[in-house]
């Protein structure tokens, strides 16, 4: 006697679910340290920087910058000088997430000036939403007001 067995519909998603599941890699394509903090770091350490781009909640503020070239120092010391003026503050990159997916989102591109009220606007833990070898893009959202704020930094 032959017998006869039939796949039902139950027995087929879960085959499939379990094969696109088993088949999937990972999307941690990163995983090789290129968004760690030491590699954000070691970046933005070389060389000086000016601001390409800056919008404050509503409206856009660039040229407050003209003219400063960004100098990001090992030792966390950021200073900014136009040639006649120069403002100083501090600056580090932190991981905002427990989760070790070392994704450029869980970062932090800290940044603190005392004065003047214009750099004292640059004053937040700024999500980094992209990076290259010569430009960061960073975004913050206020606790406060809830507008978002971006800033560019570009490697001169």
């Known amino acids: 006697m032959k017998t006869i067995h039939f796949i039902n519909k139950q027995s087929i998603v879960l085959l499939l679910v379990t094969v696109f599941f088993l088949s999937c890699s990972s999307d941690d394509s990163n995983s090789n340290g290129t968004n760690s903090i030491s590699s954000v770091t070691s970046i933005v350490a070389s060389g000086t920087w000016k601001i390409t781009y800056y919008f404050d909640t509503d409206k856009e503020e660039t040229s407050n910058f003209s003219g400063y070239n960004f100098t990001f120092g090992s030792n966390g010391v950021l200073t900014a000088t136009n040639g006649t003026l120069t403002q100083t503050g501090t600056w580090s990159v932190t ?29 937040d833990d700024w999500e980094i939403i992209e990076r290259t070898s010569t430009v960061i893009k960073l975004k913050d959202v206020s606790g406060g007001n809830g507008g978002t704020d971006y800033l560019t930094f570009t490697k001169n």
């Open 95 to 123: 991981d905002s997430n427990s989760d070790d997916d070392n994704s450029i989102s869980d970062l932090d591109f800290n940044i603190a000036f005392a004065s003047p009220a214009t750099f004292l606007e640059l004053t």
